[in-house]
């Protein structure tokens, strides 16, 4: 007769809280970094820098806060 045997599933990797938490204040990081470089590269000439710059600003300010 043959002997069963069990086999050590692999654990899948998931995303747990430390991986959410980096994710969350790099793509904060990222949205604040280039809000600033589109405030004050295209900011001072006309308003275009304005209006895509300062959203991004607040965007990487609030969506760390809400991923977290």
Do not use: C, H
Request: proline share 4%.
């Amino acid at each position: 007769m043959e002997a069963k045997r069990t086999e050590a599933a692999k654990p899948n990797r998931t995303m747990d809280g430390a991986y959410g938490f980096s994710f969350s204040i790099a793509l904060g990081l990222v949205l604040f970094i280039s809000g600033l470089v589109l405030a004050l590269t295209l900011g001072g000439d006309s308003s275009l820098g304005f209006v895509f710059g300062i959203p991004l600003l607040i965007a990487g300010l609030a969506v760390p806060l809400f991923m977290m």
